[in-house]
């Protein structure tokens, strides 16, 4: 669907992100004479904005827009082209047509925030954690302020996920969304623009809460009402009688017009971009901006949002990343333009595009929206319509061509290579989006200038001081820095104030990555044909006697990987590019298969090595087989690189989403309910989540029960064959233990013993009223004898069972271990202490740092949020099929697992599921003890 794959290429991106668009490509078409002094009559500006507007309606597939200009204090002149409603055939009305206005909502948002400043109810320096009840982490030494959230330099990585729905009814309550998706901290506050959605978010969820309001309410209190803009909003269900009046949004596809699908996101959200509005309410808002903070008209005498002494601060410069360029005010940028001060904002609220600009020194105010698609390369800053718009009432300042100076040719190429945005995902498998952002590049022509090449034109820049730049027939300056290496790490712009360009070593380039994709991709491809017709040729040639044991195993893994590899990247076709509405159940499951092809890479370079070793094959394929193998090794680390091997979500650790109670500046009443929300309910896995560290912990396990230890036990004799199941087994508990331990560490942060006894339920077991009472620990003797009865009675019948009516899962003799006690053995026990070291270590990891920790400690504290009151009979049931390694046991698996979980469950204590577990374990090692010392 195109819409969809619109919002999935994030193209509100581009239009935010990259305005570096060549300036003749720009140029709008003039359509009236030159006005060198701005606008002074509003018939004349009708015939411009006739001509412009409904051009770019025309040649932008665009269906309705709306234009405000204010000046002096007056609504100067307001007019609406097209339809709101084609349908309907309804035209856009400046005056009832209600649009939504995207992100243009922050500019109120960081009023609200100067609003509160002004009360002394907010503090611009202080650590935003002191208005907060849960926690940003403290990643650098430096707090986040609100300055840096007005300036977009807190520092967060970018993220979408979860961000937007098409159901109006599962928006997400206040305090819910931020809480539980804290972006990464990847630059040191107050360093680095990135413009951040989350850090307005904040911005405005601290509002509600030092106001005791939600954000709506007190925008609606503060600003909308005070303004008298009777036609505009923040609230959610919009309206009743408002909803009539709101322009349909559009998308231009197959040759028509198509309605787009209206979007809807979390509460914690409404800030950045929830407000809808008239252009001629619009009006009002700039008036009181560029009047600092007063408004008054007839119906209106006198209106203040703003103190003057805030208004004039917050349209002062806050942030440049270095004198003399253009930067951002007190949540303004600065768009100044044709030797204009102009500080404004673009917003997009798909589909719907709009471009607010004020120019202080003329008291002259422009805001247009349109409601489709095509008007996002029309509210770039400084080109689309504000480059008609200037060019047209304000006349560019001669600008002196620059010249290079004689010896940067010398030191040029360092600056060379190529940049991305810093408003990227770093840490989150969202990161792998920047495959498909625009880049800059930058490249030495060897005339003493650099040459930027750019998706949308290119330009040559010219040094002005060190690092200094400036276009060399334009007015906009460019600045690199170094990092502490004295490397060049950062672009910044005049064009793009809200961000800046980070340089990419070679290896994290398009030009390098995709090669490298492509590759791998055509020999996984290959394998399927040179696969069928070594099958084909291997049948003709059976009389040869069978393939060896370790060719098989290779060529299994070839084949494996190569269709596991396949389905990746298929399914990342499918199912990656939806994301924003949250990660599909089907692309969680896609991403699992990258798990078991990495995991399935490390037994590929084994045999690898092996096919050299013994000969395998000719030389020709194990040359071939070698060329796959690398392909997978190189396949992982794109996976890993790009952070798709796993799961990488932005979701929050469990420890980073507790509420707490704090003294703010007034007492906060608006999230009492929040604070009474169980954060236990909010850290409940997801069913993929659950089917994910299901699928980690089992892998191993099948792969080392049905792959590697019959491959390597052909041809042992049963008591050696049983010492290698045993081994085998050991290495997959092992790997559960430390799985275990990478989760806590992801979830809490640290693996100290009290976070793993908190966590993991180590404790004495609760009653109901969930108070320790040592008493119910005599609850363990009649759970022990049923536990018994079941291992010694019930087990034995259950495998019989299993073998008569599936032959296939019978179990093989001796796979229970018995052999080791044959009478003809014995002997050789005596004094082998390293066999009982060995069953000493796999009980230890079975029935406590493995199977216990992953299944009662990891899983089943979390699984309520899917399973309600039934989780610990999931968790049981999981348990049992998790013994696909042995399947024969998976009935009896089934029924200890229930009786693991529910006392587990029931007691609030894991250490009764551990010496119910235990209890296998203890009875093996006296039999090998007794078999060690000679008394068997």
Same mark, same amino acid.
């Given at each position: ?597 990495? @995991? &399935? $890479? *490390? %037994?590929?370079?084994?045999?690898? =090595? #092996? +096919?050299?070793?013994?000969? /395998? ?110 081994? @085998? &087994? $050991? *290495? %997959?508990?092992?790997?559960?233990? =430390? #799985? +275990?331990?990478?989760?806590? /560490? ?191």
């Amino acid at each position: 669907m195109k819409t969809i794959h619109h919002l999935l290429t994030f193209a509100f991106v581009t239009m935010l992100l990259f305005t570096v668009v060549s300036p003749v490509g720009a140029q709008g078409k003039k359509t009236a004479p030159s006005q060198s002094q701005g606008p002074t009559d509003p018939a004349e500006m009708e015939v411009f904005m006739d001509g412009l507007v409904k051009q770019e309606l025309d040649e932008k597939h665009i269906a309705g827009a709306a234009v405000a200009v204010v000046k002096d204090g007056k609504l100067f002149f307001a007019k609406g082209y097209g339809y709101a409603d084609l349908a309907n055939k309804i035209p856009v009305d400046p005056e009832q047509t209600i649009f939504r206005i995207g992100s243009v909502t922050k500019l109120f948002t960081w009023t609200a925030v100067m609003q509160l400043v002004e009360q002394g109810k907010l503090d611009l320096d202080a650590d935003i954690n002191t208005y907060l009840d849960f926690r940003i982490p403290d990643t650098y030494p430096q707090p986040i302020t609100l300055r840096h959230l007005m300036t977009h330099t807190a520092g967060f990585e970018d993220l979408h996920v979860d961000m937007v729905t098409l159901n109006e009814e599962a928006i997400a309550p206040q305090g819910v969304w931020l809480a539980s998706h804290i972006p990464t901290r990847v630059f040191p506050p107050g360093e680095v623009p990135a413009y951040s959605n989350y850090g307005a978010a904040l911005a405005g969820y601290i509002v509600a809460r030092v106001s005791g309001e939600s954000y709506s309410q007190y925008v609606q209190e503060y600003i909308l009402n005070p303004l008298g803009m009777k036609s505009s909003t923040a609230q959610w269900p919009t309206p009743q009688d408002f909803r009539a009046r709101e322009s349909v949004g559009y998308t231009y596809a197959d040759n028509a017009f198509q309605v787009f699908p209206r979007l809807y996101g979390p509460t914690d959200l409404f800030a950045i971009g929830a407000i809808e509005s008239t252009v001629t309410d619009m009006a009002r808002f700039m008036i009181a901006h560029l009047q600092n903070g007063r408004y008054s008209d007839a119906a209106l005498p006198e209106a203040r949002i703003l103190k003057e002494s805030t208004a004039l601060q917050m349209h002062s410069p806050l942030y440049a990343p270095t004198s003399g360029m253009l930067g951002t005010d007190y949540g303004f940028f600065d768009f100044s333009d044709n030797g204009q001060r102009t500080i404004g904002h673009s917003g997009e609220a798909e589909p719907m595009e709009s471009l607010l600009l004020l120019l202080p020194d003329q008291n002259t105010g422009v805001f247009v929206v349109y409601n489709s698609l095509g008007g996002d390369e029309l509210t770039r800053q400084h080109f689309g319509f504000q480059r008609a718009f200037f060019d047209h009432y304000y006349s560019a300042p001669v600008t002196e061509t620059a010249q290079p100076s004689a010896d940067f040719a010398n030191q040029a190429d360092r600056f060379t290579g190529i940049y991305k945005v810093t408003r990227s995902a770093y840490t989150t498998l969202e990161k792998y989006f920047s495959l498909v952002y625009p880049t800059v590049e930058v490249k030495n022509p060897g005339d003493g200038t650099l040459l930027l090449l750019t998706p949308y034109g290119d330009w040559r820049i010219v040094e002005e001081a060190p690092l200094y730049f400036r276009q060399v027939d334009g007015p906009y300056h460019f600045l690199f820095r170094e990092n502490d290496q004295g490397r060049i790490a950062y672009l910044f712009t005049d064009y793009t104030p809200m961000l800046a360009f980070q340089k990419l070593q070679w290896y994290e380039t398009v030009a390098f990555n995709m090669p490298l994709l492509l590759t791998s991709l055509l020999v996984f491809l290959s394998v399927l044909p040179v696969a069928l017709i070594r099958a084909i040729r291997n049948r003709r040639k059976n009389h040869n006697g069978p393939v060896p044991r370790g060719m098989r195993i290779a060529n299994f893994l070839m084949v494996g990987i190569s269709l596991l590899n396949l389905f990746f990247v298929i399914g990342n076709m499918l199912w990656g590019e939806q994301l924003v509405f949250g990660i599909p159940t089907a692309y969680k499951l896609v991403l699992g298969l990258g798990v078991l092809s990495a @995991l &399935l $890479t *490390i %037994g590929a370079l084994v045999t690898c =090595v #092996l +096919a050299w070793k013994d000969h /395998y094959w000719s030389f020709a394929f194990r040359i071939y087989y070698t060329l796959v193998t690398v392909g997978a090794v190189a396949f992982v680390w794109f996976m890993n690189s790009w952070n798709l091997l796993g799961w990488r979500d932005e979701r929050c650790p469990a420890s980073q989403i507790k509420r707490r109670n704090l003294m703010s500046t007034q007492e906060i009443t608006s999230t009492k309910e929040l604070q009474e929300v169980s954060p236990s309910a909010k850290n409940q896995y997801a069913l993929w989540q659950i089917i994910g560290i299901w699928l980690a912990a089992g892998a191993p396990m099948w792969v080392l029960g049905w792959l590697a230890y019959p491959a390597l036990s052909t041809g042992l004799p049963p008591t050696e064959a049983g010492l290698l199941r045993f081994k @085998l &087994l $050991t *290495i %997959g508990l092992i790997w559960e233990f =430390v #799985l +275990a331990m990478l989760i806590l /560490y992801y979830e809490e942060g640290n693996l100290r013993l009290s976070t793993i006894r908190r966590r993991f339920w180590l404790q004495h077991p609760l009653d109901a009223a969930g108070d320790t009472k040592k008493s119910l620990w005599w609850w363990i003797i009649p759970l022990i004898l049923l536990v018994a009865g079941m291992d010694l009675v019930l087990r034995p019948v259950l495998i019989r069972l299993t073998g008569t009516f599936f032959p296939l899962l019978a179990e093989p003799a001796g796979y229970d271990g018995s052999s080791l006690f044959a009478p003809e053995l014995r002997a050789q026990w005596v004094g082998a202490w390293g066999l009982l070291g060995l069953l000493f270590v796999q009980g230890i990891f079975n029935t406590f740092l493995g199977e216990e920790f992953i299944f009662r400690g990891v899983l089943l504290p979390k699984m309520e949020g899917v399973f309600g009151k039934w989780d610990w009979l999931a968790n049981g049931v999981i348990f049992g099929f998790y013994h696909l390694h042995q399947p024969w046991g998976i009935l009896s698996s089934i029924l200890t697992g229930i009786l693991y979980a529910y006392s587990s469950k029931h007691f609030r204590s894991n250490w009764f599921s551990i010496i119910l577990h235990s209890g296998q374990t203890v009875y093996l090692l006296f039999l090998v003890l007794g078999l060690v010392l000679g008394l068997a």
